[in-house]
């Protein structure tokens, strides 16, 4: 690949500890803001006592919904609730102090009566007929459809049908920063302070919740320390808060979530129900599915129509499915409150797809990867929705991953290293992800590049730095494009003032939409400076080469001048050298109307990944330990490796927590681990050795064919764990997380079975899978 | 609430202040001390993003009563490497790519640190005990594993 | 609210700030649990009495047959204490499965058996030894058998005014193999979700008695008596080591039951059905643990 990786520019300040997130800036004269949340699930605001509150010495204010210019409305989060609350840590009004210690205390003073209301906790209770309506007049908040060939005629003609219900549950993203921001007032409106993963659409919403006009507020992005697919919605209500706070007392207002705020209001991912059935004739071909899916989207709207879009699009897995049906629900209760999280649907219908078709494997006596193989997307396959896949890299990912394990013995060494006591196993799944928004969204962004005199180079983006590096891949872009190193290259903080908008820093976009801008913007200025070097040196257009900070002729390399001489020349010349581009991605379509989406193409482009997972089984217990992730991803074009892997490798991270030790205990709307005492990510002991592989088959739309992977990172590395620990004690579990207790139970369902022997160190005379039906999953097998 | 006077050392230099009964070392290194670096992630010791040494130790400052540390001898970020050249540590995280946010790096680097002045050439079981009190999102921490195994220390 | 933060110079200035304070003080070593109590809540004292600093109570040494461990001994110089590690092995491994890096330089020895948590490591091991708490006032001291000084779940019966100084294990005889087992959802600062202190005193491949502390099921650790019996005078054997499970399993339902504790939930019949595999782990593990 060949691009050495840039230096990020950020991380001396991060190593120094001198890098500015939002609560280490100073300002003066600061109110503090504190919450004051709703106990119940699902309530009415009957009356707000602040009396004692106000009383307290220090308290400017206790506000409400009410003091809201604009009565909130619709099915979205409001920044406070204005007669009805729908979920635990549903905000209802706040109060601005002095001090912190005396907003808290105010807080606690604060009496609501609330009139407790039926709370609606299990989606499919949400179905029913009965059942009260959340918003509106349904508790449906988004249904997509497919619906292609005869799913029936072709089951009939299936030699195996295997009939599942998956589960999975709703997880915090775990971001080490919680939640801040600090409004001040000025003169025309707003600064803002806020880390947030879509600094402009914070601005715009804060901006129209508080009666101003998006000009009127500036929005100021401190350095972020991590967002995950947090620090959206949560981070506009936190940010209009503290404005609204702002502009009622004229002094600056900060607010700041403690860890157990963030996990308590925080938005979560959404918990999904899975019920797939496939029928594949005996050479593993898949004639048929029929995928029924119930997203809990929780108290408000948020993203779940989105979620679910890209669910059901990405249900059935990157296999080709000529009789597929596909249902997604998304549908609102009082048990959570789902939104973005980084994988955005694709870890939930992964998880089901790919412990499918492993066991599908399994039932048939054929080899993991072939089945994937004989199934997956070619060049030219249609998908789901009828779409025409190009640039198909599944066989790319499949072969590396694959090739890896063949040729590093130690993995099949370490399979055969069982302990007494121990089992050890393998597993692999597979993906194909839509890159970027999709499903017909304006899908844009803007980048802006001033050129200096001396001819260094500010840049100005809308891009989110939340910890991926997306700086970076601007300066290479540019760097690439314009031929000169990219430590030339300064890339702005943003600042609304004069940072275009960027689009949300989320469907792992970062790199297509704004690269794409800064690719533009960058041969604007290539483009000028190119014409200044034609009159200087005399030659045609098309023979100039940039590169290494010279611009100069292809045939006679000495006839050049500098990058700096041709800015000066430019200058001289009374022009300027910046330049403007601003990108929008390439048509999606998707049917809103009526939901059923059997014919779209949503997405521009897709990236393609394979993991493997080991991992060992202690047979007593049911802890799963993961000794080695092998993960490959199709990134189109590596625009800078070792933020790659990274990526990769964190993502890996992130999905060993979801497959095994993250889990929001949540009774009836009450999260009861709300720290992370409770509330477990892996440590660094938890996690061995990660083998990220890049694989690049370049994607149409990427600047330099380059990809987007933030999300792809995390998707699979949950059902290859499953799949390896099915393959440890010849039990499968269908629900996330796979923790102590269900390991524990299948490893007592395989003992029945004589799958394990704890006196054994291998695995004898099993009994044929097959034929083995779990309660409650039921298997028809044809053979 | 009444005020003591802390006397200690922080990262070299003798400082004097005035703190709360019940705050925090964490509380006063951020708000009487302006030492931004040390962050603070769950408020209960479970996280690392607070890490300091203390007397030598790896601690979590928002378990430490700042009342305790009278007489002591405290070192975070800000005292690692010159304002001119980094730590090696520090180097070393660069070099591996051992930052993504970067919220952790403190309290990662803190307890590199401690582990560091305690033994030489720590082996890759002992680094992983060593910041295992140290969560991170962004990463898997095997960057942070192989910086901190780079280190020649004499 | 926090009026004053006491810095008594010896034990007896301790004493007598705590006499003075009433249930107004609480006492402060590592801080690692009052500050978390008092962030949540769950303490409101007036004044804070240290005694993180205060002489002598951080010797580990041995009087005889018994192992004395002062309170303020924290729990990675239990790890790193070579006495400890020769004598209570067991009491190394259990430490060394306390929280992250960090908690376990700060927290200490005293403040682990006075927050007296049902799953603490620490205290299991203690459990599964002779041991016995030095408690001192204005007065003089106490001695207490640990099983009388834990009196429920985060309960003990220590006063207002004691301070716990001293901790002493009368050390197992010559020819015993102990060790601790913990089983947790993660590999680093994760609470037992079980955890078993084992003993078995071996003489000529016999085992001439044993002593199993069952941890983070009950409202304390717990010595497992019938099957403490069972194994008494026996050739260890996989068949035996199976029955003292299921006899470690059938008291503890008892217990749990007499003490008010039902299987309420997934956690808690998951223990109950590992139960007994998990003894007979750890007594085969400590059967063939090398000395």
């Known amino acids: ?783 | 609430m009444g005020a003591l006077r802390i006397d200690c050392t922080i990262n070299g230099r003798k400082v004097s202040f005035l703190a709360g009964a019940d705050q925090t070392l964490l509380e006063a290194l951020r708000e009487q001390l302006k030492l931004k670096g040390t962050k603070c992630g769950c408020g209960i010791g479970e996280c690392g993003a607070c890490t300091v040494i203390l007397d030598g130790l790896a601690v979590c400052s928002c378990q430490v009563f700042v009342a305790q540390i009278d007489g002591c001898a405290i070192l975070t970020i800000e005292g690692l490497g010159q304002h001119d050249e980094l730590d090696p540590l520090q180097e070393s995280f660069v070099e591996h790519r051992a930052v993504q946010c970067g919220f952790c790096t403190s309290g990662m680097l803190m307890s590199a640190k401690a582990l560091l002045m305690s033994r030489k050439r720590p082996t890759r079981e002992e680094i992983r005990q060593a910041i295992s009190g140290n969560l991170c999102r962004c990463s898997d921490y095997n960057n942070i594993v192989l910086a901190i195994e780079d280190i020649d220390s004499e | 609210m926090i009026r004053s933060f006491l810095r008594p110079v010896t034990i007896y200035d301790a004493c007598q700030q705590m006499r003075d304070h009433g249930e107004n003080a609480v006492l402060v070593a590592g801080a690692t649990h009052v500050v978390n109590e008092l962030h949540r809540g769950l303490i409101n004292p007036s004044v804070l009495v240290d005694i993180y600093r205060l002489n002598g109570l951080d010797v580990i040494c041995m009087e005889g047959e018994e192992l004395m461990l002062g309170s303020l001994v924290t729990i990675s110089e239990l790890i790193a204490s070579s006495v400890v590690r020769q004598f209570v092995p067991a009491l190394c491994q259990a430490a060394q499965s306390v929280g992250g890096k960090q908690r376990r330089n700060r927290g200490t020895l005293g403040g682990s058996i006075v927050h007296a948590d049902p799953g603490d490591e620490i205290l299991s091991v203690l459990s599964a030894f002779d041991c016995c708490v030095v408690l001192k006032d204005i007065e003089g001291e106490r001695v207490l058998d640990l099983r009388e000084f834990i009196s429920g779940i985060r309960q003990t019966t220590i006063r207002n005014d004691e301070i716990l100084t001293e901790v002493r294990i009368r050390l197992p005889e010559r020819g015993s193999r102990m060790s601790f087992r913990k089983v947790s959802r993660r590999n680093a600062s994760s609470s037992s979700v079980m955890n078993l202190t084992c003993l078995l005193l071996l003489k000529d491949n016999r085992i001439v008695c044993a002593r199993l502390a069952l941890g983070s099921v009950l409202t304390k650790a717990h010595r497992m008596s019938d099957a403490e019996v069972l194994l008494a005078q026996k050739k260890p054997s996989r068949t035996l080591f199976e029955k003292a499970g299921s006899l470690v399993l059938n008291q503890a339902l008892q217990e749990a039951e007499s003490e008010g504790l039902g299987i309420v939930d997934s956690v808690g019949s998951y223990k109950f059905s590992l139960m007994p595999h998990f003894v007979a782990q750890v007594l085969t593990e400590t059967w063939e643990r090398k000395e």
């Open chain 1, 1 to 783: 690949m060949g691009l050495k990786s840039c230096v990020r520019d950020d991380v001396l300040a991060k190593v120094r500890g001198q890098a500015g997130y939002a609560d280490d800036l100073h300002f003066e004269d600061l109110l503090h803001m504190k919450m004051v949340r709703s106990p119940h699930a699902h309530a009415r605001v009957i009356d707000i006592d602040d009396s004692q509150a106000r009383a307290l010495p220090g308290v400017i204010g206790v506000y409400t919904a009410r003091d809201l210019p604009i009565k909130p409305s619709g099915p979205d989060r409001p920044v406070l609730a204005w007669d009805t609350v729908r979920y635990i840590g549903d905000g209802v009004a706040l109060v601005a102090a002095e001090t912190e210690l005396v907003a808290e205390e105010a807080a606690r003073l604060v009496k609501v009566k609330y009139q407790v209301l039926q709370g609606i906790f299990d989606p499919e209770v949400s179905l029913h007929e009965e059942a009260k309506p959340i918003h509106g007049e349904s508790n449906v908040v988004s249904h997509w459809r497919i619906d292609r060939g005869d799913v029936d005629k072709a089951f009939v003609l299936s030699d195996v049908i295997l009939d599942r219900e998956y589960s999975t549950h709703a997880v915090y993203h775990g971001h080490m920063e919680t939640e801040v921001a600090v409004a001040q007032p000025t003169a025309t409106g707003l600064t803002i302070f806020c880390p947030s993963k879509m600094p402009t659409i914070v601005r715009n919403a804060v901006a129209f919740i508080l009666g101003l006009k998006q000009n009127q507020v500036r929005m100021i992005q401190p350095v972020i320390g991590g967002s995950f697919g947090a620090k959206g919605p949560d981070a506009i209500i936190l940010a209009a808060r503290v404005g609204l706070v702002a502009l009622l007392t004229g002094r600056a207002c900060k607010g700041i979530y403690s860890r157990q705020e963030s996990i308590i209001e925080g938005t979560k991912r959404h918990p999904f129900r899975m019920k797939y059935k496939v029928g594949a004739t005996r050479d593993g071909r898949i004639n048929a599915m029929d995928i029924c899916i119930l997203a809990d989207a929780g108290a408000y709207r948020n993203e779940t129509p989105r979620v679910t879009a890209r669910a059901v699009v990405e249900a059935a897995g990157p296999y080709v499915v000529p009789n597929l049906k596909v249902d997604v629900k998304g549908v609102y209760t009082n048990q959570v409150n789902s939104d973005a999280v980084r994988g955005f649907g694709s870890p939930q219908v992964d998880f089901a797809s790919e412990l499918l078709i492993s066991e599908l494997a399994e039932v048939l006596g054929i080899d993991s990867f072939k089945i994937r193989r004989i199934n997956g997307f070619k060049e030219g396959s249609l998908s789901a929705t009828g779409q025409k896949m190009t640039a198909v890299g599944l066989d790319d990912c499949l072969d590396a991953l694959e090739k890896y394990l063949d040729n590093n013995s130690g993995i099949k060494e370490m399979m055969n290293e069982n302990q007494i006591g121990k089992r050890r196993g393998i597993g692999i799944a597979c993906m194909f992800r839509g890159e970027s928004k999709g499903a017909a969204a304006v899908d844009t962004a803007g980048v802006n590049i001033q050129v200096q005199p001396d001819a260094s180079i500010v840049v100005y983006s809308g891009l989110a730095e939340v910890g991926q590096g997306g700086y970076t891949i601007l300066k290479c872009v540019i760097a690439k494009v314009l031929g000169i190193g990219e430590e030339r290259i300064v890339v702005s903080p943003y600042d609304s003032c004069y940072c275009p908008d960027g689009g949300p820093t989320v469907a792992s976009r970062g790199t297509v939409t704004s690269g794409n801008a800064a690719r533009l913007a960058a041969e604007a200025i290539r483009e000028k400076l190119s014409k200044v070097a034609v009159a200087k040196l005399s030659v045609p257009l098309e023979s100039l080469v940039f590169k290494e900070g010279r611009i100069f002729d292809r045939g006679n390399p000495t006839l050049g001048l500098s990058f700096e001489n041709a800015v000066h020349a430019v200058y001289e010349a009374g022009d300027h050298a910046y330049g403007y581009g601003w990108w929008s991605a390439p048509e999606t379509t998707w049917n809103y109307e009526t939901g059923d989406v059997s014919e779209c193409a949503p997405y521009f482009s897709y990236v393609y990944g394979a993991n493997a997972a080991a991992v060992e089984v202690d047979l007593v217990s049911g802890k799963v330990d993961v000794l080695k992730i092998v993960a490959a991803h199709d990134v189109g074009f590596a625009l800078n490796p070792a933020e790659v892997k990274n990526q990769i490798m964190g993502g890996v991270g992130m999905g060993i927590g979801y497959a095994l030790t993250e889990d929001l205990d949540i009774e009836e709307g009450r999260i009861r681990n709300d720290n992370y005492d409770c509330y477990l990510l892996p440590t660094s002991l938890d996690i061995q050795e990660v083998v990220p592989l890049i694989v690049e088959r370049a994607g149409p739309e990427g600047p330099l064919g380059a990809k987007g992977l933030g999300e792809p990172a995390t998707c699979i590395v949950a059902p290859a764990i499953l799949n390896a620990i099915a393959n440890a004690i010849g039990c499968r579990l269908y629900d996330l997380p796979a923790n102590l207790e269900r390991v524990r139970s299948g490893i007592e369902a395989a003992k029945e079975l004589s799958q394990i022997d704890l006196s054994l160190n291998r695995r004898e005379d099993c009994p044929d899978i097959s034929k083995v039906s779990i309660e409650g999953n039921e298997r028809e097998v044809r053979i």
